[in-house]
């Protein structure tokens, strides 16, 4: 057995249009260039499937719409790669079919991670969302049917015109569909996009409910069971003893190797990591001549890795070993940390506390060197 990466993730950037606040790396339509895109993504997977481990862990298909891609292209690939423990599947809301779940559950889909964002219809205008509430709810039972016993819903607070009765009543309405999973992100528009120009002044006003709104998620979904295991992430305890964290995320969060495949798609591997060109075409034309992509490479020394594995580590509710990572560390701010009952260090492992969590990478960066 080889010593390889035991993650594999596998970008799909196809989109049936581009929301406002989205910054992936997406491609709009397409539709006549699905195939060649699967072809060349198992093309780049035949360069570099000596960089993965033979028994894999996890296996994801982010985008974009992973299941906006042509359901024939879409089954082929997932038929064609790798065995994993967790395959995970990202979907949009309105492209869950019956037969779309079928053919997932049979393709060996064991996850799927549904795009709601919120369930109140003027918020989705505003995100430029095309799923409806009742899309969301049909696409899960749909789901469920197909015999899914692992789906994961994504809501985003802080959006423009929101308030905090708008998102107490999304957080309702996800538990009543009792996901397995449960990730809450906040809005975050990058400065310059058309959105940011629409909304500038609402998304100020939001900034200063954020606070209030990451309160408001973690309390509402501790009391109701979920477990929160990452600053963005909530899983249920489940009757039959199954770990129902995002396995593919915790292996970002514990800094473990992983390869990407696809455009935009970033790999870290050792000593080194590598983003693979943003552009379809480039792409494209590399792969079908049998050559690697044009990729951004960064070396990656111990120091760099060492930090890294703080900050991710850090988001956690798990104590993190700190072993080989003292070098990394602030002392004086670790200090004023645990003085300030946001840390704690008993030598061998770190951990924030839950007041240390709710000001999360403001702490973070106090303690990292």
């Known amino acids: 057995m080889t010593s390889g990466a035991r993650h594999l993730y596998v970008h799909l950037p196809f989109c049936a249009h581009r929301c406002g606040y989205c910054d992936f790396v997406t491609v709009v339509g397409r539709r006549a260039q699905h195939a060649a895109y699967v072809n060349a993504l198992l ?3 035949e360069l570099e499937g000596s960089l993965l481990d033979n028994e894999l862990e996890t296996v994801f298909l982010g985008g974009g719409t992973p299941t906006f891609t042509a359901l024939p292209d879409l089954v082929r690939l997932l038929e064609s790669l790798p065995v994993a423990a967790e395959v995970t599947v990202e979907a949009n809301p309105e492209t869950v079919t019956p037969e779309l779940a079928r053919a997932l559950r049979h393709a060996g889909v064991t996850r799927v991670s549904l795009g709601a964002q919120t369930f109140r219809p003027q918020l989705l205008t505003v995100l430029e969302r095309v ?3 009742d899309d969301v709810r049909r696409a899960l039972h749909h789901l469920r049917d197909a015999g899914f016993d692992n789906i994961s819903l994504d809501l985003i607070y802080g959006i423009p015109g929101q308030s905090a009765s708008d998102l107490d009543a999304d957080l309702d309405d996800a538990l009543a569909l009792e996901p397995e999973h449960l990730s809450c992100y906040e809005l975050e528009a990058k400065p310059g996009t058309r959105f940011t120009h629409a909304w500038g002044a609402e998304l100020v006003r939001q900034a200063d409910a954020m606070e209030d709104y990451f309160e408001r998620v973690v ?3 501790a009391g109701a069971g979920y477990r929160w295991y990452e600053t963005a992430n909530f899983c249920r305890a489940d009757a039959a003893g199954r770990d129902l964290r995002a396995r593919h995320n915790l292996a970002y969060w514990l800094g473990h190797d992983y390869l990407g495949l696809g455009i935009g798609a970033v790999s870290t591997i050792e000593d080194r990591r590598w983003r693979n060109t943003p552009r379809l075409g480039g792409y494209l034309e590399a792969l079908a001549g049998g050559r690697r992509p044009e990729r951004e490479i960064e070396p990656l020394d111990a120091d760099v890795r060492a ?3 703080l900050m991710l580590g850090l988001r956690l509710d798990e104590p993190l070993p700190v072993g080989g990572l003292r070098s990394a560390l602030d ?14 260090d008993d030598g061998a492992t770190l951990a ?8 999360g990478g403001g702490v973070t960066a106090e303690i990292v060197a």
């Open 43 to 45: 093309q780049e997977l």
């Open 131 to 133: 799923a409806q509430p």
């Open 219 to 221: 309390e509402r979904l």
């Open 307 to 309: 930090r890294e594995r």
């Open 331 to 344: 002392a004086d701010g670790l200090a004023r940390a645990e003085q300030l009952g946001l840390a704690v």
């Open 352 to 359: 924030l506390t839950p007041r240390g969590r709710f000001l």
